[in-house]
């Protein structure tokens, strides 16, 4: 495995701002590199800062109709929104296909063995399907990148989306394909958007068992959520072997972001962030695609975008210090844990010897 890490920015994601007074804004992204600089990340020898070329229509086409493809550019050019979250414009879309074409970069460096690891700065678009958009998002990059390393070979991915929102486009995408092993960890969706990805969702057809939701209850810190992931995850990690991992979500299970209830902390993120690149290396030689592009609060999100980095990279520490203090979990959050872990395990049984 190369130990070499790349990943991709441009000044131009902060072109990705949704406008004043919406959570999703430009600067983000700029102060998350600033605070990375800062603090000696972008010096470690293994890490290289690729700067990408924008998505091609043709790699958008891999997974979206065309016709919706279509109304986006149409939106962008007319400076309309999608709908009452999801505003486009020219600048927006110019934004989103370099955030796509660093997701594209760095799948393509780890899958040709040229880098160990990608980690992709604004990528993680989950909520849009082949032919709808919403929740922030315009195409999906994750299955964009799925569909252009199967052009050059690749056969089986996993997909763990830790976003506090259920992945609601990337699972209708793949519902139905046993190539794609998708897991998203997320927020009860009775309690938050997209309100869906419930643990009985598990795919259909051939695919009936390879879309797995884990629904933790509002409150849940990092111990329980680390056992769920453990439990779930790991096992089914290990049995299925793909040959690449991709890993999308962000800072929005972080305690102090506002557009969630999960209580994670960045110490929390950093031991997920280093359990995701773990199992990478025990089975699929360590080829890991980190999409880090949520979080809202902007006083926590460099301190959680550093954890994720430092995970990935496989720092093995992480000392910085939170301006809040985390909750303490209640214990009836670990025994609500448990039970969806349990109920998982009886749901999924007859399509995975790990949990007979």
Request: aromatic fraction near 10%; hydrophobic fraction near 40%; glycine fraction near 10%.
């Given at each position: 495995m190369s130990e070499r890490v790349v990943l991709s920015f441009h000044e131009k994601f902060r072109q990705y701002d949704l406008g004043e007074g919406h959570p999703f804004r430009g600067d983000r992204f700029v102060d998350a590199m600033k605070f990375f600089r800062e603090r000696g990340l972008l010096n470690l020898p293994n890490l290289m800062v690729i700067e990408p070329r924008p998505a091609s229509k043709i790699d958008l086409l891999r997974v979206h109709d065309e016709d919706y493809v279509d109304l986006i550019f149409r939106l962008a050019s007319e400076n309309r929104s999608y709908d009452i979250e999801t505003p486009v414009s020219n600048q927006i879309l110019e934004a989103v296909l370099l955030i796509i074409g660093g997701v594209l970069e760095c799948g393509r460096a780890v899958y040709s063995g040229e880098a160990g690891?990608?980690?992709?700065?604004?990528?993680?678009f989950h909520h849009a399907g082949r032919n709808y958009g919403g929740g922030f998002c315009l195409f999906n990059d994750v299955a964009i990148l799925i569909e252009c390393l199967r052009v050059n070979g690749a056969k089986k991915f996993l997909v763990l989306d830790y976003d506090v929102h259920a992945g609601n486009g990337t699972s209708d995408i793949?519902?139905?394909d046993p190539s794609v092993l998708f897991i998203s960890i997320h927020q009860d969706p009775r309690t938050i958007y997209p309100g869906t990805g419930f643990t009985w969702q598990i795919g259909e057809g051939e695919g009936k068992g390879y879309n797995v939701n884990i629904p933790l209850p509002p409150g849940t810190g990092d111990e329980s959520y680390l056992y769920a992931v453990k439990e779930i995850f790991i096992p089914l990690a290990e049995e299925f072997k793909p040959e690449i991992i991709i890993a999308n979500g962000g800072s929005d299970?972080?305690?102090?972001?506002?557009?969630?209830?999960?209580?994670?902390?960045?110490?929390g993120f950093f031991k997920l962030s280093s359990l995701i690149r773990e199992t990478a290396d025990k089975v699929c030689a360590g080829k890991l695609v980190m999409l880090i592009g949520s979080g809202y609060n902007p006083e926590v999100l460099p301190i959680c975008w550093h954890a994720l980095v430092a995970g990935a990279i496989g720092l093995q520490s992480f000392d910085l210090k939170e301006p809040y203090t985390p909750p303490i979990e209640p214990p009836f959050i670990r025994r609500k844990v448990q039970g969806v872990v349990e109920e998982l395990r009886s749901l999924l049984k007859e399509n995975w010897r790990c949990f007979k």
């Amino acid at each position: 495995m190369s130990e070499r890490v790349v990943l991709s920015f441009h000044e131009k994601f902060r072109q990705y701002d949704l406008g004043e007074g919406h959570p999703f804004r430009g600067d983000r992204f700029v102060d998350a590199m600033k605070f990375f600089r800062e603090r000696g990340l972008l010096n470690l020898p293994n890490l290289m800062v690729i700067e990408p070329r924008p998505a091609s229509k043709i790699d958008l086409l891999r997974v979206h109709d065309e016709d919706y493809v279509d109304l986006i550019f149409r939106l962008a050019s007319e400076n309309r929104s999608y709908d009452i979250e999801t505003p486009v414009s020219n600048q927006i879309l110019e934004a989103v296909l370099l955030i796509i074409g660093g997701v594209l970069e760095c799948g393509r460096a780890v899958y040709s063995g040229e880098a160990g690891r990608g980690i992709s700065l604004g990528g993680g678009f989950h909520h849009a399907g082949r032919n709808y958009g919403g929740g922030f998002c315009l195409f999906n990059d994750v299955a964009i990148l799925i569909e252009c390393l199967r052009v050059n070979g690749a056969k089986k991915f996993l997909v763990l989306d830790y976003d506090v929102h259920a992945g609601n486009g990337t699972s209708d995408i793949y519902y139905c394909d046993p190539s794609v092993l998708f897991i998203s960890i997320h927020q009860d969706p009775r309690t938050i958007y997209p309100g869906t990805g419930f643990t009985w969702q598990i795919g259909e057809g051939e695919g009936k068992g390879y879309n797995v939701n884990i629904p933790l209850p509002p409150g849940t810190g990092d111990e329980s959520y680390l056992y769920a992931v453990k439990e779930i995850f790991i096992p089914l990690a290990e049995e299925f072997k793909p040959e690449i991992i991709i890993a999308n979500g962000g800072s929005d299970a972080h305690f102090a972001d506002k557009l969630g209830d999960l209580s994670l902390t960045a110490r929390g993120f950093f031991k997920l962030s280093s359990l995701i690149r773990e199992t990478a290396d025990k089975v699929c030689a360590g080829k890991l695609v980190m999409l880090i592009g949520s979080g809202y609060n902007p006083e926590v999100l460099p301190i959680c975008w550093h954890a994720l980095v430092a995970g990935a990279i496989g720092l093995q520490s992480f000392d910085l210090k939170e301006p809040y203090t985390p909750p303490i979990e209640p214990p009836f959050i670990r025994r609500k844990v448990q039970g969806v872990v349990e109920e998982l395990r009886s749901l999924l049984k007859e399509n995975w010897r790990c949990f007979k």
